[in-house]
């Protein structure tokens, strides 16, 4: 970062990459022979309280932007930092900074374009809450690149209207922040502090941490966002997008994951894996062989173990909740479901538990830390076909995939429509991808139209494996087999006109007019 009053109201870019781990093992980052051979000092070690500033309707956080009040000693400076995006796990943010003589916000030191973001709310801002830690600090380089290790050990606590205290949480975080040379170094230090330490990849900044504490809620599950692109971007620099906002989905929805277990977070997350594994299918020749098998197979064991907990999420919420409040369903069935939904819920705390367990496991860390170094050397790329070509055959090929799967569905049989459900995921999938690239009005129907169809065939799919998932956790006596049987009919017969409405969405997809670009 620059010095705090060197072209203040010029934004500075800041590159970071952020692990999480215990205190204990924070502190070992220092005796690495990784950071030793790239420090030969003794690492700063300070006080640092940073105060964060909002509007009691959180403008400031809507808008994209935290402002914040750094005090260290008797020096203070303030910050305005733009949320970013996340590009193969490293932080791309822009930062305004400015000195202080106090801990209170002085708004009249900035001008420009940090100056129009806070003007509408210089009235209504107020302490909304603030991170106290020990951070440890040093600058290491090899002549080569060069970057700043920092290690963060606090709290960071909430306020009231009165500034008055009211909730806290501990703070421990890794920074590595990006100085210079290549940026793919910065990942090769990740990766060797992640083979000798057990480390996950941190998304959430101390800001977002702040306001969910703030709010007095937990992390919130999160939907993927779209990428947007010109048309003549260089494939392997589209491939780094599409492959870093899908690697953003999965961390985003990380901290939901282990705070509560949330049902939507884990569908989020196993949402990602497949929407991981679909951009690799695509961009399968602009990787090496030996990485794209190794993302492959980590995504797919990862979305295995998280199926397995969505796969009672919806036998629970979607199955059998609705057959037990139905009141025509009979007394005999819903004793059974009674019996049958607390063993269900423990086997799904236990298949949680091994989920959080892989998702926080070395071989996951390593698995993104080597994605993300992959996605930093791709963004350099400037050569390539462009963008928009390879969209309009990948799409061409898909959409006639799902015509041809999709004849004759209502007499398909199970096999067929699971077959028509993959390609209308791949389909989907890319079509999301390439969205920016084509008009608004036709795409958002053709994808809606995808969807309605991937929910059609996926409650069908859901309802072929009810008896067997239900076996498998309670045993196949027969009251279970019974219940099983009953809430197969119930089901099916609340859809049965699933395949005809599906078949009614394939007929909408063919007379779709094929993609063309803006």
Wanted: charged letters at 25%; glycine letters at 6%; proline letters at 6%.
């Amino acid at each position: 970062m620059a010095e705090p009053g060197a072209d203040d109201e010029a934004p500075q870019n800041e590159v970071e990459l952020k692990l999480l781990t215990d205190a204990r093992t924070a502190r070992r980052v220092w005796r690495q022979p990784a950071v030793k051979a790239l420090f030969s000092g003794t690492p700063r070690v300070r006080r640092i309280r940073t105060a964060y500033y909002d509007t009691p309707d959180d403008a400031l956080m809507q808008y994209g932007c935290a402002l914040r009040v750094r005090s260290c000693g008797e020096k203070h400076e303030q910050h305005l930092k733009t949320a970013g995006h996340v590009e193969g796990g490293l932080f791309h943010r822009q930062e305004w900074q400015a000195p202080l003589s106090s801990d209170a916000p002085d708004l009249a030191a900035w001008d420009g374009e940090a100056a129009e973001i806070l003007a509408p709310h210089r009235k209504s801002l107020r302490r909304l809450f603030e991170s106290d830690m020990e951070r440890t600090d040093a600058l290491l380089s090899n002549g080569v690149f060069s970057v700043e290790l920092a290690v963060d050990i606090g709290i960071i606590r909430a306020f009231d209207e009165e500034g008055t205290a009211v909730a806290e949480t501990p703070l421990v975080e890794i920074e590595l922040e990006w100085k210079g040379g290549p940026a793919e170094h910065v990942f090769d230090l990740a990766l060797d502090l992640a083979r000798a330490l057990p480390l996950v990849l941190g998304w959430q900044s101390k800001a977002e941490r702040g306001y969910t504490l703030s709010h007095g809620g937990g992390p919130q599950p999160r939907r993927a966002s779209l990428p947007s692109m010109p048309a003549d971007t260089p494939l392997p620099r589209a491939m780094a997008q599409i492959l870093s906002e899908t690697m953003a989905h999965f961390l985003t929805n990380q901290p939901s994951l282990e705070a509560c277990g949330a049902t939507e977070a884990v569908h989020q997350m196993r949402i990602a894996c497949r929407r991981m594994r679909a951009a690799l299918a695509l961009f399968a020749d602009l990787l090496p062989e030996a990485e794209l098998a190794e993302f492959h197979a980590g995504f797919r064991d990862l979305a295995l173990v998280l199926g397995r907990v969505r796969d009672l999420d919806v036998l629970i919420g979607e199955g059998l909740a609705p057959i037990n409040a139905a009141p025509e369903t009979p007394e005999e069935v819903a004793l059974t479901l009674r019996r049958l939904l607390p063993l269900l819920e423990t086997r799904r705390a236990e298949l949680l538990a091994a989920a959080r367990g892989r998702i926080a496991a070395p071989e996951t860390a390593l698995l993104l830390l080597r994605l993300g170094r992959r996605l930093v050397l791709a963004a350099q790329e400037e050569r390539g076909e462009a963008l928009a070509s390879f969209a309009d055959a990948v799409l061409g090929r898909r959409h006639h995939a799902v015509k041809r799967r999709a004849k004759r569905l209502c007499a398909q049989s199970a096999p067929q429509r699971h077959a028509l459900r993959i390609a209308a995921k791949k389909l989907r999938y890319a079509s999301e991808f390439f969205q920016s690239l084509y008009p608004d009005k036709p795409m958002r129907l053709y994808l809606r139209n995808l969807s309605a169809l991937q929910d059609i065939l996926g409650s069908l799919n859901d309802i072929a494996n009810l008896p067997q998932l239900i076996a498998e956790t309670a045993g196949e006596d027969a009251a279970t087999a019974t219940a099983a049987g009953y809430a197969m009919g119930w089901h099916l017969r609340r859809l049965r006109f699933g395949l005809e409405e599906a078949a009614e969405v394939c007929r909408a997809l063919d007379a779709a007019p094929l993609f063309r670009r803006r």
